[in-house]
């Protein structure tokens, strides 16, 4: 099969990855001519339509960038709108969001483990396929991700797009009682999870690494989730507020979308595994503990190892939901008011697929003036087409249905949600 | 066994997600109908015709416009899933402003962008023949819509107010106990009236109820203190496109229920 001097490989639709993307990858006499990631899920213009609105709707409309993630979207909004209008909000609402939070990883984390990738670890098109052979594990999954739901149910009045978030906090906060109902739950998926680490763990993943720089929020004292500095493995650290300062999104000629990366450094990942190298220290000591069982070290550079790392996470949101459960009083109101100002907010949290970035400008009579957001995968995907690049060049031997299907791992190694990526990315519609 | 085919156009993958998102019937359901075409689930694609479509989100390109006249093709039954595919989504604000300046404020070449002009619900486009509504579908409606189909009986699909289900979930009314304005009067049924159950108006991500109200809805908005402006924003977000919901946007408020005779608040239409 080396005779052939040219070898396409095209997957029009990836699967089981959120939106719609494909992969091209050209081989030209033996090497990797060319390697894209094309986006073709269709423009929704959020950062245009935003404009005009009031400044208390952004958490509810950025919730429809992404049905897997709408959470992170909420609560970047919130972040950003309260920072324009010098609001902070109750600590007893910031651990209702983090516990919120926790509910989304918990959630989002799950699927892409049991649904989204480990089918391609085993050998299986999908996961109910997996299912049945192994009904007993994706029942596990299922059970795991309905209890990340519950606590999004309870906190935010539904699953996908919750209706109880709002600019400063809560319309109706929790009683002590209705979250202490969660804890049995909670205790139960939480054994699940560590099982799942140790299942994962055991998985065949290539001996593949790579150098790129990582960034995440970072917070002294706790993993960060909600809120924190930016840093990064190269050690640059900085306030969210100049994110834009440091990083710069960039039109490469062949591709179809604008690449990030930080200024004067170049590109960079975000997500999972850019979180567990830069603040392991911050796990609890349950987290850590299945960490180092599962033969993770102090980072994470294999791309597909993400799978325990997420699988540790979601130990830890567990771990988290009911510690901040424990220790939870209502909080005097349930959200602080929040009057507009003319002003510029900034604010980023860790969604489960990475930094999030919000920019809402605001204007006097309350309307926004512009918007600006910068979601994970977009950042990730310099980094995902390296990836491609190098793993396809050691592999050629393979055929093309196989090499084709580790390709599509090696995407899905990111989680990544091409319905958030694409309202601001270039593309061009290629569906052949 | 029945086959079923689930579609994504533009939207944020929050209603199939609905289907994943079952978590105590998700096995089951797989067990009873064979899932041939569902990207977000399995890489293995079986091709059609497909005897159930799920299709979410609506038509912006005109690849699109052409791929959704594939899909009926193929499809005995054909089901819209949420507000994008039902009347156009949160993206069909562009169908009241300018597309490209839109383009221009995200994107640094405009010119790599294929869209239309407008997002249009799938009906626009071709023969629909169910619609769950919804920003996004409740997953209960969903499994009932999928329990019908295998059964051969007609869906129970709601038509009338999120007032009747609150009342059932014996919510405190929002309008009346706290002057909250509220949509609820002429969204139609199916989320369970969540949002006053967590003393928040219902905003109305479903979408118009049949027959609503214009003028008493409008008094009733006004007697809340809301703005005309306000107004207009809460019909047009996630329901934007959808011609009752742009109908009861331009009704000026008359005077609130129970004023007395005057102004029938309907001089805008």
New interface residues.
């Given amino acids: 099969m080396t005779h052939r001097s040219e070898r396409v490989l095209d997957v029009r639709?990836?699967?089981?990855?959120?939106?719609?993307g494909a992969m091209h990858v050209r081989v030209r006499d033996g090497a990797v001519a060319d390697v894209r990631l094309d986006i073709y899920?269709?423009?929704?213009?959020?950062?245009?339509?935003l404009?005009g609105?009031?400044h208390t709707?952004p958490p509810?409309?950025t919730a429809?960038?992404?049905?897997?993630c709408?959470v992170a979207y909420q609560m970047s909004a919130c972040a950003a709108v309260e920072d324009a209008c010098g609001v902070s909000v109750d600590p007893a609402v910031a651990t209702l969001r983090r516990l919120l939070y926790c509910g989304e990883w918990i959630e989002s984390h799950t699927?892409h483990i049991y649904?989204l990738h480990a089918?391609d670890f085993l050998g299986y098109?999908?996961?109910?396929?997996m299912?049945q052979d192994r009904?007993d594990l994706?029942?596990r999954g299922?059970?795991t991700?309905?209890a990340g739901?519950e606590i999004v149910e309870l906190l935010g009045?539904?699953?996908?797009?919750p209706?109880?978030i709002?600019v400063g906090g809560f319309?109706?906060t929790p009683s002590r009682a209705e979250l202490t109902a969660l804890r049995e739950r909670l205790r139960k998926a939480l054994d699940q999870a560590v099982e799942t680490v140790q299942w994962v763990a055991g998985f065949d993943f290539p001996d593949f690494h790579h150098d790129h720089e990582m960034l995440a929020l970072s917070t002294p004292g706790r993993y960060a989730i909600e809120s924190g500095d930016v840093a990064t493995t190269g050690g640059l650290t900085f306030d969210v507020r100049r994110f834009e300062e440091h990083i710069i999104?960039e039109?490469v000629p062949h591709s179809?979308a604008?690449h990030a990366r930080i200024a004067g450094r170049g590109r960079y990942i975000v997500g999972p595994t850019a979180r567990f190298t830069l603040n392991r220290q911050w796990l609890s000591p349950l987290a850590q503990e299945v960490a180092s069982a599962a033969g993770l070290g102090a980072d994470c550079r294999n791309p597909y190892r993400s799978i325990v790392v997420r699988a540790v996470e979601t130990v830890y949101a567990l771990d988290e939901a009911i510690r901040l459960i424990d220790r939870y009083e209502p909080p005097a109101r349930p959200y602080a008011e929040v009057p507009p100002r003319e002003a510029a907010g900034y604010g980023a949290t860790e969604a489960p697929r990475g930094i999030l970035f919000h920019r809402y400008g605001i204007g006097a009579d309350g309307l926004i003036t512009s918007a600006r957001i910068v979601p994970p995968t977009s950042q990730n995907q310099a980094g995902i087409e390296d990836d491609l690049r190098r793993f396809v060049g050691g592999r050629l031997h393979l055929d093309d249905e196989h090499l084709t299907?580790q390709c599509?791992q090696a995407i899905r190694n990111y989680d990544p949600c091409i319905?958030c990526s694409t309202?601001?990315l270039?593309?061009?519609?290629d569906?052949r | 066994m029945t086959t079923l085919a689930v579609w994504k156009f533009a939207s944020c993958d929050g209603c199939q997600l609905s289907l994943l998102d079952c978590e105590d019937e998700l096995l089951a359901v797989a067990g009873r109908v064979e899932i041939a075409h569902f990207l977000e689930a399995t890489r293995a694609v079986e091709p059609g015709p497909y005897d159930v479509s799920l299709v979410e989100g609506s038509i912006t390109t005109p690849e699109d416009a052409e791929r959704i006249r594939h899909v009926r093709e193929m499809s005995r039954v054909l089901v819209t899933l949420g507000a994008c595919a039902t009347a156009g989504g949160v993206q069909a604000l562009r169908n009241f402003a300018d597309i490209d300046e839109f383009r221009s404020v995200v994107y640094a070449r405009p010119d790599y962008v294929s869209t239309l002009a407008t997002s249009t619900p799938i009906a626009a486009h071709v023969d629909v023949d169910y619609e769950l509504h919804g920003c996004p579908i409740d997953r209960r409606q969903l499994l009932d819509l999928i329990t019908s189909l295998l059964l051969g009986r007609r869906p129970d699909l709601p038509g009338h107010s999120v007032c009747f289900e609150c009342k059932r979930r014996g919510s405190v009314c929002v309008v009346v106990a706290h002057g909250t304005p509220c949509l609820g009067p002429v969204t139609r049924a199916g989320c369970g009236a969540i949002c006053p159950a967590y003393q928040r108006g219902c905003f109305g991500c479903f979408g118009p109820a049949e027959t609503p109200n214009a003028a008493a809805q409008a008094g009733l908005l006004r007697a809340t203190g809301m703005a005309e402006d306000d107004v207009v924003r809460a019909y047009r977000t996630y329901n934007a496109a959808d011609p009752t919901f742009i109908e009861l946007s331009r009704v000026m408020a008359g005077p609130a229920p129970g004023a007395g005779p005057g102004g029938t608040g309907q001089e805008e239409t």
């Avoid at chain 1, 098109?125 to 396929?129: H, I, K, S």
């Avoid at chain 1, 270039?426 to 519609?429: A, N, R, S």
């Fill in positions: 639709s990836l699967a089981r990855v959120e939106g719609e899920e269709p423009p929704r213009f959020f950062e245009a339509l404009r609105r009031r709707e509810d409309i429809r960038i992404c049905g897997i709408p699927l649904l089918p098109a999908g996961a109910l396929e299912a009904r994706v029942e299922l059970s991700k309905q739901n009045g539904r699953a996908i797009h209706v109880n709002r319309y109706r999104e039109q179809t604008l299907w599509e319905s309202h601001f270039d593309l061009t519609v569906r």
